[in-house]
């Protein structure tokens, strides 16, 4: 057993470590060196049509409606198209409006969710072009949407997502920096930038994962703990709902997250002498309102956790332990900034004794509504 797991305890493990490879696939001959631009050979929409869509709207399950709240944010900074998202349990119950250039991005691993493929047939109905974005070949999804875009992951096993989770930002972002270009709606200089830097993502997490000591640490620590808070801004707050969702999955300690400019508005009612607080501060323009929203909290008595972007010398000033993610382009922040949290989450639940792979009450693939 151990051997198909490459050695590692735990296949959840071994997937966390396998980013890097799945970064590389995914953006594999999808980056066009020559003419600095994305490359999506595979897509039938054509960018006339393209040039068509006033409106795109995003439905996924779990994980992967959580890869698409950063998509809703990138691909409405990136293209200036307005994107609509909802959970795929509850889009037909809203009766979403579809016109006709409404185009519908369906994100999901397996390909096989109830809820998501649910969603898909409901749009399809009203006519909209239907875009998905999943990890499996051949699967429901793939065979019923219009247009697909693998994710290049390989087999997840683990049912807490990681590597499909990264994997499908990843596609995200290429969608995106795709629909600028026919849409000629970001300039050359960033775009080449962004580039540059998705192309530099593997080997700045291969280097982070180098060393998870920190991380252990800390993840033993919070392992004791019964509640804790993940607070972060604009991208920072996207994944810190993945990272609060990571964490509950698999280590069955209560957390929440919550926009950090919103707990004051309530929820820092519950902070408490040592409640332990997450703070995701990797958007520099936003840094000094998040680090006012550290001091509220630890004004209260909560134990910060910061992560934050190597050299920030400011969250090193105001939180108790920091976890030093590398520097990137602020939109792709969260594809770096997640692998810390996958791995507390990992070893926060290791050190309660549970089982990673396979958390109780819990499916890798939900087939009913
Ligand atoms: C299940 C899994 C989650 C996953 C969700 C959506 O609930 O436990 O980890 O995020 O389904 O799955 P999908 O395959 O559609 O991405």
Redesign the pocket.
Known sequence: MRAEKDGYDHYMLKEIAEQPRAYRDTMLGRIDGDSHGIVLPELQLAPEQIRQIQHIHMV?????YHAALVGKAVIERLTRIPVEIDVASEYRYRQPIIREHTLVIA???????AD?LAAMREAKLSGAHILAITNVVGSSVAREADDVLFTWAGPEIA???TK?YTSQLIVIYMLALYLSQCLNTLDAVTRTEMLAMMERLPVQIEEMLEDTRRVQRIAGELAECGNLFFIGRGLDYMVALEASLKLK?ISYIHSEAYPAGELKHGSLALIEEGTPVIALATQEALLEKTISNIKEVKARGAYVIGVALEGNMDMAKTADEVIYVPRTHPLLTPAVSVIPLQLLAYYAALARGNDVDKPRN?????TVE
């Not at 994100?107 to 969710?113: I, K």
């Open positions: 996924a399950c779990g994980t992967a994100v999901s691993q397996s390909g096989e969710t998501t049912v807490a997502s499909a999955e819990l499916a890798k693939s939900v």
